[in-house]
């Protein structure tokens, strides 16, 4: 039973300390922004988005060099939540 706490804890001390500038879900696609039971099996029917995703991590890259991508950061600073399913779809959530 020692072991496997200090398993557990060194697996969290090792990730202690790592620099994370950005959030990368391996976006190839404008369809890959469209959140499904798929590409996002962990938060698909969640709705609240922060409890996870960090809001000064996310739309830092343009990965598909949308000339949309400027105006992202500044809507989700400004309307939050509210703003994410006009690009990401309604994450299985019916209003």
């Known amino acids: ?10 697996l969290f001390v090792s990730g202690c300390g790592r620099e994370t500038r950005f959030e ?17 099996p962990h938060g698909y029917g969640q709705n609240e988005c922060f409890s996870c ?5 996310i739309h830092q890259v343009n990965k598909l060099n949308s000339p949309l991508f400027d105006y992202a950061k ?3 600073d400004q309307s939050g ?6 690009c990401h779809g309604t994450n299985g959530i019916t209003p």
Not at 53 to 57: F, M
Not at 81 to 86: I, N, P, T, V
Request: proline share 5%; with cysteine.
């Open 81 to 86: 939540l509210r703003s994410c399913g006009g």
């Open 74 to 76: 500044p809507l989700v």
């Open 24 to 40: 990368d879900y391996g976006v190839k696609s404008e369809a890959d922004l469209v959140l499904t039971p798929q590409n996002h």
């Open 1 to 10: 039973m020692k072991s496997v706490f200090l398993i557990v804890l060194l």
């Open 53 to 57: 995703h960090v809001n000064e991590n």
